[in-house]
T-cell receptor, first 117, second 114 residues
Framework: AQSVTQPDIHITVSEGASLELRCNYS??????LFWYVQSPGQGLQLLLK??????LVQGIKGFEAEFKRSQSSFNLRKPSVHWSDAAEYFC???????????????FGKGTHLIIQP | NAGVTQTPKFQVLKTGQSMTLQCAQD?????MSWYRQDPGMGLRLIHY???????DQGEVPNGYNVSRSTTEDFPLRLLSAAPSQTSVYFC?????????????FGPGTRLTVL
């Protein structure tokens, strides 16, 4: 069964400092990996995704993530955080439906990012 | 395009009542899904559909029914609501191109079961 682990429930970072959010996954086949962000009371917005190719992927809002197959990780990074980055961040993994279509995503439990002024 | 829409935004039920959460998308997406979000649990997949007439169970399907009679609509039915179903429910849709793709989420329905 597929699973996603986000080891950090809460992370506090000073504004302007760098950020790394950890994500480890377990999946039996080729993983398709995603990072989503959720602001309070809002739905989820896609930050970036990895399907294949270059293992360093760029996303919106200055975020990037690196896929490391040997470590089963897909960590999210940002060189300098802004107060508006305070939100909940979810890592997700997906696969291919046995019938040939897309399977559902499995989400991690989320990391709550707090930005200190 | 309205994207993914969900109604209602808020709902309070009594134990044992039934209701349907509505979800619609106007992007002609083949794939649609329902998730529930609980504090400290992330999002968990309830049911999904890869096209009209095709549905399958996710991680937490018990207590929920779905059907997909059209490409646009994917309602979620609670036949007999229980307090354990108090949650925020998100509907999502995406292209089904043989691999998982970006899922577009609706704004959510916050359900309380008393």
């Amino acid at each position: 069964a597929q699973s996603v682990t986000q080891p950090d429930i809460h992370i506090t970072v000073s504004e302007g400092a760098s950020l790394e959010l950890r994500c480890n996954y377990s999946y039996g086949a080729t993983p398709y990996l995603f990072w989503y962000v959720q602001s309070p009371g809002q739905g989820l917005q896609l930050l970036l995704k990895y399907f294949s190719g270059d293992t360093l992927v760029q996303g919106i809002k200055g975020f990037e993530a690196e896929f490391k197959r040997s470590q089963s990780s897909f960590n999210l990074r940002k060189p300098s955080v802004h107060w508006s980055d305070a939100a909940e961040y979810f890592c997700a993994v997906g696969g291919v439906y046995s019938g040939g279509g897309a399977d559902g995503l499995t989400f991690g439990k989320g990391t709550h990012l707090i930005i200190q002024p | 395009n309205a994207g993914v829409t969900q109604t209602p935004k808020f709902q309070v039920l009594k134990t044992g009542q039934s209701m349907t959460l509505q979800c619609a998308q106007d992007m002609n997406h083949e794939y649609m899904s329902w998730y529930r979000q609980d504090p400290g649990m992330g999002l968990r997949l309830i049911h999904y559909s890869v096209g009209a007439g095709i549905t399958d169970q996710g991680e937490v399907p018990n207590g929920y029914n779905v059907s997909r009679s059209t490409t646009e609509d994917f309602p979620l039915r609670l036949l007999s609501a229980a307090p354990s179903q108090t949650s925020v429910y998100f509907c999502a849709s995406s292209y089904s191109t043989g691999r998982p793709n970006e899922q577009f989420f609706g704004p959510g329905t916050r359900l309380t079961v008393l």
